[in-house]
């Protein structure tokens, strides 16, 4: 499965962006879908998650401003980012994973996200 992340930008504080994650194949396989980000000098974290159940968290800092959502006959995967703020500015990237063995992982490339203050 190849992923391709796309929707990133420069925007300002309070501005909103809305990142595309569409895979080359069917993602109803998959037991979760994620938007992963990491800073300069920062660990890649975890910033929202989507089960196939279509259960759905956020890391604490960006809950009530991000919502992940998915469209299945698009085989893609929504980040929509309200509210942004300048500790948003990362690299985003898109990861599926398969639970069942063997386990397997899939990443996109990654999209810059820039937000000024």
């Known amino acids: 499965v190849q992923l391709q992340a796309s929707g990133g930008g420069l925007v300002q504080a309070g501005g909103s962006l809305r990142l595309s994650c569409a895979a080359s194949?069917?993602?109803?396989?998959?037991?979760?879908m994620g938007w992963y980000r990491q800073a300069p000098g920062k660990q890649r974290e975890l910033v929202a998650i989507?089960?196939?159940?279509?259960?759905?968290n956020y890391v604490d800092s960006v809950k009530g401003r991000f919502t992940i959502s998915r469209d299945n006959t698009k085989n893609t995967v929504f980040l929509q980012m309200n509210n942004l703020k300048p500790e948003d500015t990362a690299v985003y990237y898109c990861?599926?994973?398969?639970?069942?063995?063997?386990?397997?992982?899939?990443w996109g490339q990654g999209t810059q996200v820039t937000v000024s203050s």
């Open positions: 194949g069917s993602i109803t396989s998959f037991n979760a």
């Open positions: 989507i089960t196939s159940g279509d259960r759905t």
């Open positions: 990861n599926v994973e398969r639970f069942d063995l063997p386990y397997s992982s899939y």
